[in-house]
């Protein structure tokens, strides 16, 4: 996903980046801006990158470089989550001449962590919870790779688009990030773990796990913290269908928790306590 379109950069010689910096997760956030003379087609990372070569601020005062993660720097790891002028985005895919404000002969970029994960330092965060729903949701698929299997069962093109889709998500956050559910106040699991628990449900093999992925977001983390507010689908870089997979689910939950109150599913938790 790009966001804004190339803008008229003639006259503009300098590059201004305004970044959030944080030491260390106790201590408090400051800010440092520099400026890079212009080159056209730059991004943020390559921003960051000519910084860590020569880093003085605006003021010529030397100071340490910032941090970020990145590593595929082609929007495929999700690493490099940031947010820029104020929207969640690929720091690797943002490019100054797109964003940047003008202000004079200058483009202004502000460059921020992301807001609903701890800060490790400056613009590293901590994604953990991210990670630790995707424990909940068991989001892989149980197969005894022990011995040969023989081929796998056929698929329905459209069910293999539709999961193909679901398989683009990189984990890098951004749904998250514009989730106005997802916070520390609230347990919410989020778009992105949800997501996944359609991609794996509709798996031949990893459905044999579909009733405990649905009993796992039938909590109050789960599909009920939705708030339908959409944003998810507005910033997800790999456009997945996010609101489509949380409306399916909604409907699977209903369906599964009915059959559960019918005893046509039996309950797990209470075979466990009378075992």
């Not at 503009?12 to 106790?26: C, E």
Request: some cysteine; aromatic content about 6%; glycine content about 8%.
């Amino acid at each position: 996903m790009q966001i804004g379109h190339s803008q008229n950069v003639q006259g503009v010689k300098t590059i201004r980046l305004k970044i959030k910096r944080q030491d260390s997760p106790k201590q408090k956030p400051y800010w440092h801006e520099f400026n890079l003379p212009y080159r056209p087609n730059m991004n943020v990372i390559s921003c960051l990158m000519e910084i860590q070569k020569n880093p003085q601020d605006s003021r010529g005062q030397s100071v340490s470089p910032p941090a970020w993660e990145a590593a595929c720097l082609e929007q495929v790891c999700g690493t490099c989550t940031m947010v820029v002028n104020g929207i969640v985005q690929q720091s690797c895919a943002t490019l100054i001449d797109q964003v940047g404000v003008r202000k004079g002969d200058a483009l202004e970029v502000t460059v921020e962590p992301m807001t609903k994960f701890p800060v490790v330092r400056d613009l590293i965060v901590d994604r953990s919870r991210m990670f630790e729903n995707l424990k909940k949701i068991q989001a892989w698929i149980p197969l005894d790779g022990t011995y040969d299997l023989g081929s796998g069962d056929r698929m329905d093109p459209r069910v293999s688009d539709l999961r193909y889709a679901f398989a683009r998500c990189m984990t890098c956050g951004c749904c998250l990030e514009a989730c106005p559910q997802f916070n520390d106040n609230s347990d919410f699991m989020g778009p992105a773990a949800l997501a996944q628990v359609k991609l794996f449900n509709l798996h031949p093999v990893g459905n044999t796990l579909e009733n405990e992925r649905l009993d796992a977001i039938s909590g109050p983390d789960g599909i009920t913290g939705c708030g339908n507010a959409q944003n998810c689908v507005k910033v997800c870089p790999k456009g997945i269908p996010l609101t489509r997979a949380i409306a399916e689910l909604n409907r699977d939950v209903t369906i599964y928790r009915l059959k559960k109150w019918l005893g046509v599913i039996p309950d797990k938790t209470v075979e466990t306590m009378e075992g």
